[in-house]
C-alpha cells in the first residue's frame, strides 16, 4: 500500500490552481447516464473516485472517454439498469445512481451502500423519496430492487434533513418523472447549484437551486450539453490549512469565494490574511495559529463537515484551546488518536465534540488515514510539524485530492509518495 513521507518545517509559497469538485462531478456523471444523450464535462479532477463512477457508467452501457480533465460520456446506447455489488463498493456515494437508473429505465437494481469509514450513511431519505415519486422498493439481501411500474411521478417532497444525496437523487429521479418535483428542505450546497446547471442545460427547467425550496420539472426528452465542473471547495480548504500549519502564501487559482464564505472568517480568526482577486484567493499564515474558541460543521452554508478535520489540524498547534463539534456524521474523529500520536493534546466527548488544547508544535510520526478528510488533515498537519511523519492508507486521500503531494511538493513541502517498506 503506497504512503506518504513527510519531513515537515517547509514553508509553502506558490500559486496552483484548484481541481474540480469531486462532489459536484460524481452526481453530474450519474445524470449523464440518464439524459441518453452526450455529455461534455471539463474541469473533471482525476480521482479513484471519479474513476469508479466512469466504470459504472460502463458497466451500464455508455461510452466514456477522458481526454485530461474533459471527459465525455454518451449513453445513448446505455443498456442496464444493475450495478453489481463489486462496482457499488468501489465509490461511497455509488447510491446516486440510483435515481439516474430509475429515471432511464424506470427500474434498478443496486446494493445498499452500507456503512463507511465516517458513520452508518443510511439512505431512508433517499428511498422515501423515491417511493413517494412512485418506486416499490424491495430490500432483500443488502440488495434495493426498485420499479417504478407506472413511471415516476413529480411530487412535493419535504426533507427531513436538508441531506446532499438525498436531494440530488430527487433531482436525478425527476428527469423521469411525469409532473413538477418540489423539495422543501432541499441541500444548498454549491454542488446541488452546479448539478441543477448542468441538468437545465440538458434540457430540465429548475428553479430554486440553492435554497431551501426548489422546483424541478421535465419533459423527459434531452439534449447533449457541456459542462464546467465547479471548483473544489473542500480541497481549497485543504491548501488553506497547509498553509496555516506550515506558513506560507499560496495563490489558489479558479476558487469561487463564494463557496468558501462559511471557510474564510473561521481561518481568519485563526491568523490567515485573505486577498482576492477575480477567481482566485491569497491565502497567508505566518506564527502560530490562533484558537477558535467554537466551531460547529452544519449543513450548507455552515462550516461545512468536510473541513473539519483540516480545521483540527490547524487548531492542534494554536495558541489555546478550540472546542469543535461535528453535527452532521457520527464517526468523523477518526484523524483525532491519529494526531495525538503526534503530539496533539485533544479529548473528545460525547462522540462528536473534540476539546483541543494547542500545543506549540506537533513532531513527526508513523499514522494512518482512516478516510479521505481524516487523512488529509494528517497529511496537512505533518506539513507543519517537526520532523519526519509517515502517513499509511493514502488511498483513502487519492478518493478526493488529484496529485496531493505533487501539488504540496510544488509549494515547498518536502512531501513524496512511497510504496510501504518490503512491498
Ligand atoms: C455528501 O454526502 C458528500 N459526499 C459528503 O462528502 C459530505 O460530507 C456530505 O454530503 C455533507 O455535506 C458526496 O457528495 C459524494 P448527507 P451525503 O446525505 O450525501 C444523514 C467527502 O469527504 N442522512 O447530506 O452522504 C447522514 O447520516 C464526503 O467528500 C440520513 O440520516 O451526505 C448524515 O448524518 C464525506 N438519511 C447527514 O444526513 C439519509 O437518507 C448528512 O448526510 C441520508 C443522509
Known sequence: MERLIINGGKRLDGSVELQGSKNSVLPILAAAAATGTVSVLHNCPGLSDVDAAMKILRHIGCKTERQGHTVIIDSSCAYGS???DSLMREMR?????????LARFGKASVTAPGGCEIGLRPIDLHLSALRQMGTDISETGGFLNCNCPNGLSGR??????????????????SMGAKGETVITNAAREPEIVDLAEFL????MKISGAGQSVMRIS???RFHSAEHTVIPDRIVASTLMAGAACAGGKICI???????????????????????????EITVEACGRPKRVRYLRTMPYPGFPTDSQALFMAVAATADG?????EKIFENRFRHVPELIKMGADIRVEDCCVAVVEGVKALHGAKVS????????ALAVAALGAQGKTVVENIFHIDRGCENFENVFAYLGADIKRAQRAGE
Open 82 to 84: 444493475e450495478i453489481p
Open 93 to 101: 456515494s455509488s447510491i446516486i445512481f440510483l435515481g439516474a437508473l
Open 156 to 173: 412535493h417532497i419535504t426533507l427531513s434533513f436538508p441531506s446532499v444525496g438525498a436531494t440530488e437523487n430527487i433531482m436525478l429521479a
Open 200 to 203: 437545465i442545460k440538458s434540457g
Open 218 to 220: 421535465g419533459n423527459g
Open 253 to 279: 487559482r479558479k476558487a469561487e469565494k463564494e463557496h468558501l464564505a462559511p471557510v474564510i472568517p473561521v481561518f481568519e480568526t485563526a491568523g490567515c490574511r485573505f486577498s482576492f482577486g477575480s477567481d
Open 321 to 325: 484551546t478550540s472546542v469543535i463539534s
Open 369 to 376: 488515514a482512516c478516510d479521505l478528510r481524516g487523512g488529509s
